[in-house]
């Protein structure tokens, strides 16, 4: 082994983050190399040149310990674990992809109400916006559906529930909503006349559907409330239309 | 632009995080813990108070375990599945809490048990009587489960198991079981009347409280 050779060995024997140590000998052998044939330009004879480069080169003990902090073990750790971390992150969403398909970003950010509005839906007012837990509740439109046999009719109100926890899904109605006549007439979820709640998940705008199905009375209002969060609002029928 | 290699830190920690975040939006938001899953659940149930865990069963052959918790002065029963990472909870159930509190399990056909919190001192085992009782097919239907179980801190877990599994009135008992988990709701048969006993005992064997209930749809 020749003397660039055995100092080479020693400075790379300080450095502890041994992934670099490849890159710093040739950094460090291309250096030693330009050294020689500048020496060697001048007229230098081959062994004086390579014995004035190395001296060039500087003490391996000192030239070893600076690199050794220049090449910190912990961070040169640190970068190749996040760059592992960087690949098996890009395989997790492609295995996600592959396993739930692309997101449909435009539902997500206007998703389709849940019940189609019909021609012979009549509008009626809609109740104020509010706010109740994680949700904030918009109106999207509240229709009124007149059984034309004289049997009732229907009360739809579409609502948006937006919340900005993005991980919960949309406010839980199924079972949950129950409504009151202006006669205190109760619209349970479980026996005729009753009060519906459905709920699509989306994860910025969930779209909720409440249909209070009427007997042959046609009340003044309903109030429909949520059992478990306790929030209520009132549609205004006016009696039928 | 070159970077060095605090730079390049930063950097491929900023894109482990943005990937990440499109896994689990591509995954859906899931909850990754059962404690995570019945928290975020009782929110979109519209619940604000606290969620306090107080019993996680152990995981079933179907990856679902039973979860009781408490919010404000109520006691709330839900079911978790488990899928890889993925924590989801179902429907919840909430009772007032009193002394014996039995909560009937959600997300299933067949109720596989029934719990009950017990706050009273001493209690070290529970006997359990279920009788299910309606019309099935015209005929009446009756069927008694005596169910006996130890503490498992406050709560007391009796298992339903299936007397026909095997005979041919298998489907007739599984029915009635599913009435039964109806009847929890409210919503089961009219003709159906399900009572529950339960007695708690002291490490003597003595009864230190009984308590009954009727499933009965209104």
């Given at each position: ?13 300080h ?10 000998k040739k ?10 044939s ?6 230098y004879d081959?062994d004086?040149?390579?014995s004035?480069a190395l001296?060039?080169l500087g003490?391996?003990e000192e030239v070893?310990?600076?690199?050794d902090r220049a090449?910190?073990?912990w961070?040169?750790?640190?970068w190749r674990?996040?760059?592992w971390?960087?690949f098996l ?5 492609t295995v ?13 950010i206007?998703p ?10 009549a509008?009626?007012?809609s109740?104020?916006d509010?706010?109740?837990g994680a ?18 009719g ?16 949309g406010?839980e ?5 129950e409504?009151r ?14 009060t519906?709640g459905?709920t699509?998940?989306y ?23 949520h ?5 209520s ?6 009696g039928g239309? | ?6 730079q390049k830190?930063i ?17 859906g938001?899931?909850?990754?813990t059962?404690?995570?899953?019945v928290?975020w659940r ?6 604000e108070e606290?969620t306090?865990?107080?019993?996680t069963?152990?995981w079933?052959?179907?990856?679902r ?6 919010v404000?002065e109520m006691?709330?029963?839900?079911n ?7 924590r989801?909870?179902g429907?919840i159930?909430?009772?007032e809490?009193?002394?014996l ?11 596989t048990?029934i ?6 001192d001493?209690?070290?085992e529970?006997e ?7 019309m099935l097919n015209?005929?009446v239907y009756d069927?008694?489960y ?9 709560v007391f ?8 599994t ?7 008992e599984?029915a009635m079981?599913w009435?039964?988990?109806?009847a ?5 048969d009219r003709?159906?009347r399900h009572?529950v006993?339960?007695a ?9 409280e ?5 499933l009965?749809?209104?």
């Amino acid at each position: 082994m020749d003397h660039f050779e055995l100092w080479c060995a020693k400075v790379l024997g300080h450095v502890r983050f041994v992934p670099d140590r490849a890159a710093i000998k040739k950094e460090l052998t291309a250096h030693y190399e330009d050294s020689v044939s500048d020496f060697l330009r001048i007229g230098y004879d081959k062994d004086l040149a390579a014995s004035r480069a190395l001296t060039a080169l500087g003490d391996a003990e000192e030239v070893g310990r600076g690199l050794d902090r220049a090449h910190s073990f912990w961070l040169g750790w640190l970068w190749r674990v996040t760059r592992w971390s960087v690949f098996l992150a890009m395989a997790a969403v492609t295995v996600s992809l592959w396993q739930f398909g692309m997101p449909e970003i435009a539902e997500w950010i206007d998703p389709p109400p849940i019940v189609e509005v019909r021609e012979e839906y009549a509008q009626i007012p809609s109740p104020a916006d509010f706010s109740a837990g994680a949700y904030h509740f918009h109106f999207d439109e509240t229709l009124y559906d007149w059984n034309e046999e004289g049997e009732g009719g229907q009360v739809l109100v579409n609502l948006s529930a937006f919340t900005p926890c993005i991980w919960l899904d949309g406010p839980e109605l199924f079972d949950l909503l129950e409504a009151r006549d202006d006669r205190g007439r109760i619209y349970r979820s479980d026996r005729f006349p009753y009060t519906e709640g459905y709920t699509k998940d989306y994860p910025l705008r969930s779209r909720c559907a409440v249909s209070i199905f009427l007997d042959e009375y046609v009340p003044q209002w309903l109030e429909v409330r949520h059992k478990t969060a306790g929030w209520s609002f009132r549609v205004e029928i006016g009696g039928g239309i | 632009m070159k970077l060095n290699r605090k730079q390049k830190i930063i950097r491929n920690i900023l894109a482990v995080t943005a990937l990440l975040l499109l896994t689990w939006a591509v995954q859906g938001f899931p909850a990754l813990t059962t404690k995570q899953a019945v928290e975020w659940r009782v929110r979109e149930y519209g619940i604000e108070e606290e969620t306090e865990i107080l019993y996680t069963s152990d995981w079933d052959e179907t990856n679902r375990r039973d979860v009781i918790f408490r919010v404000g002065e109520m006691l709330g029963v839900t079911n978790v599945r488990k899928n890889a990472w993925i924590r989801t909870a179902g429907d919840i159930r909430l009772r007032e809490a009193q002394s014996l509190t039995i909560l009937y399990q959600t997300g299933r056909v067949d109720p596989t048990a029934i719990l009950l919190w017990c706050s009273v001192d001493g209690a070290v085992e529970a006997e359990c009587v279920v009788n299910i009782h309606g019309m099935l097919n015209h005929e009446v239907y009756d069927e008694t489960y005596e169910i006996r179980a130890a503490a498992e801190g406050r709560v007391f877990r009796f298992p339903i198991v299936p007397k026909g599994t095997g005979s041919p009135n298998d489907h007739d008992e599984l029915a009635m079981l599913w009435d039964f988990q109806n009847a929890a709701d409210g919503q089961s048969d009219r003709d159906s009347r399900h009572t529950v006993t339960v007695a708690v005992k002291d490490v003597s064997g003595n009864v230190l409280e009984t308590y009954q209930e009727i499933l009965k749809r209104e």
